[in-house]
């Protein structure tokens, strides 16, 4: 493998070299298993989430959040190109606003 004295699981480029991982312990096999058994199959983590980004109460920036992590999990970290999408159909954008409602909007 070529090095140039840095980790020896890089290449020349910094890349990882064939064969090499940037993690060789990687997670416990077991951790997943654990947490599954333990918050039946992660519903009491998803609840909890969904606890913080429904609470008025809680910081804006907190409930924000708990929503990006939810929307990242449940639906992936990206938003579908237009041309990802069936034919005909449409890519809308919404915004989400946390916060006091305004009155005069209905």
């Known amino acids: 493998m070529l090095t140039d004295g840095g980790p020896e699981n890089r290449a020349l480029n910094g890349r990882f070299a064939p064969g090499h991982s940037g993690n060789p312990g990687g997670r416990h096999k077991g951790l997943a298993a654990y947490i599954r058994e333990r918050t039946a199959e992660g519903t009491e983590l998803v609840d909890f ?17 708990a929503a990006e992590w939810l929307a990242e999990r449940g639906f992936g970290r990206t938003i579908p190109s237009q041309d990802a999408l069936p034919a005909g159909a449409s890519l809308t954008i919404y915004t989400l606003r946390i916060g006091e409602r305004d009155a005069d909007a209905d």
Request: charged share 35%.
């Open 49 to 65: 989430v969904l606890g913080l980004m429904r609470n008025r109460r809680q910081d804006p920036g907190l409930r924000l959040k």
